[in-house]
């Protein structure tokens, strides 16, 4: 088995491909050859010391792969050896070969390649989870979604596709802004030239929006909050702006927490606002849930709604280079690891 370990917390120079014996799949699991592996933000945190779910250095992490069976456990009865498959896998999937509970596998439909089958899980469970269970999507909505040339932004751009009348904000750089238009973005916004609160403040005569999806954190919660209108409900879902640079820096991480907008009952009461959290890493306990809304995103790619992007993929001894492009946010979509 090969697979990319973080030795020690620290920029993408602590990344190192090590060899190690194949795992087994014992009773319940399934083992898998990896075709190609997911990297999310939460595993550059992971790496840098910020992600408090993380194991330690070191590790192996990764989410979400794509590949092959060929080794199933004791009563394991509805999946085989052969079978074309995507997994959640929680840390460990970046290496060649990974041991998954199969409740955590899906076969992957005839006309899916590794690709797209890598890049679904995470990003697309997380901005369906965000859209239509902590938010409740409804038609003619009005949608402010930042990072919005990500995997899950745009991810969430094609979800809110499949609502009639949504209209959405997007932020992201200039460069990036044909690929949110193509996406479905109606007003692509440059973060580096513009305020995007003055322009969906602009553009909504004032109203401001119904949902605000923010992974950025810190002082833009609160500034997505303020851009709420009544009954609008802002969605935290990670903490960006907390990574400044390849390392961790401790002081950049403080000013951060301490922008962190303090939310209460009664404030939210006043406000006809709502706050709601999500953290895909502490949904595990819910496999039911979870494989629920699975089934309903592979049923969106039969019918085309939904095709993930991919922006690049890096073979294992380039990792540095993947996870450096991710946090440079020069992707546009889901970048790959490939064994």
């Known amino acids: 088995m090969r697979a990319i370990w973080i030795t020690r917390h620290g920029g993408p120079e602590v990344l190192e491909v090590r060899e190690a014996p194949d795992p087994t799949a014992k009773e319940g699991e399934v083992r898998v050859r990896v075709k190609m592996a997911g990297l999310n933000f939460a595993e550059l945190s992971a ?20 590949g092959v069976i060929d080794q199933v456990g004791a009563g394991v009865a509805d999946l085989a050896e052969g079978d ?36 679904l899980p995470v990003n697309y469970l997380t901005a369906h989870h965000m859209l239509f269970r902590a938010a409740q999507l409804r038609p003619r909505s009005t949608v402010l979604v930042h990072m919005a040339a990500g995997g899950v932004g745009l991810a969430t751009l094609q979800l809110c596709r499949t609502v009639p009348g949504v209209t959405v904000f997007g932020t992201a750089s200039a460069s990036k802004h044909d690929a949110l238009r193509s996406a479905g973005c109606d007003h692509p916004i440059d973060y580096h030239s513009e305020r995007y609160e003055d322009v969906v403040r602009e553009r909504t005569g004032g ?120 946090h440079d946010r020069k992707n546009v979509g889901k970048v790959l690891l490939v064994p």
Request: net charge neutral; aromatic share 8%; proline share 6%.
């Open 47 to 66: 790496r840098q010391g910020l992600y408090p779910d993380a194991p330690k250095p070191p590790c192996v992490v990764g989410y979400e792969v794509s």
């Open 84 to 119: 074309r498959v995507m997994a959640f896998t929680r840390f460990g999937g970046h290496a060649d070969v990974v041991v998954v509970p199969a409740a955590q596998v899906w076969r992957m439909p005839d006309a899916m390649s590794f690709e797209h089958g890598a890049a």
């Open 207 to 326: 109203k401001g929006v119904d949902l605000v999806l923010d992974a950025l954190g810190g002082h833009d919660w609160k500034t997505g909050y303020g851009l709420l209108r009544p009954g609008g409900t802002l969605v935290a879902f990670g903490l960006a702006n907390s990574s400044n640079g390849a390392k961790r820096r401790w002081l950049h991480v403080l000013r951060e927490l301490i922008g962190v907008p303090i939310f209460t009952p009664l404030g939210l009461m006043n406000d006809n606002r709502g706050v709601a959290g999500v953290n895909m890493g502490h949904l595990w306990s819910e496999l039911d849930m979870l494989r629920a809304t699975m089934v309903e995103l592979v049923a969106l790619y039969d019918t085309g709604a939904v095709r993930p992007t991919i922006d690049s993929t890096f073979p294992f001894d380039r990792a540095a280079d993947a996870h450096t492009r991710l």
